[in-house]
């Protein structure tokens, strides 16, 4: 399956956002789904996951303001970010997966936050 991350925009300090993801094909419940990010010149990072039972992790720069949602019907995600900072500047991206980090990567969506 491919996944594909929307939402982006421009948006100041602050602000916020919801992401959305969007899956090619249907993928069991039993996947996590996940949030994901690459800062410019950084490696791709976890920031966020949530499992079938609705247990979720945050990565600590981000818990408290992003929150992670799935819609197990609609085989989608979102991603709500509130109180965007400069650092949170990146392109995100999904992906369903069981464990480990995926090997396939789909489209990302391009989050700026500049005054």
């Known amino acids: 399956a491919q996944f594909v991350a929307s939402g982006g925009a421009s948006v100041q300090p602050g602000g916020s956002l919801t992401l959305f993801c969007t899956a090619s094909e249907w993928v069991p419940p039993r996947y996590l789904r996940g949030w994901y990010r690459q800062r410019p010149g950084k490696d791709r990072e976890l920031i966020a996951s949530?499992?079938?039972?609705?247990?979720?992790y945050y990565e600590h720069t981000v818990e408290g303001r992003f929150t992670i949602s799935r819609d197990n019907a609609r085989n989608t995600a979102s991603l709500r970010m509130d109180s965007l900072k400069s650092e949170d500047t990146a392109v995100y991206y999904c992906?369903?997966?069981?464990?480990?980090?995926?090997?396939?990567w789909g489209q990302g969506t391009q989050v700026t936050v500049s005054s």
């Open positions: 949530i499992n079938q039972d609705g247990h979720i």
């Open positions: 992906n369903y997966f069981l464990g480990g980090w995926p090997k396939t």
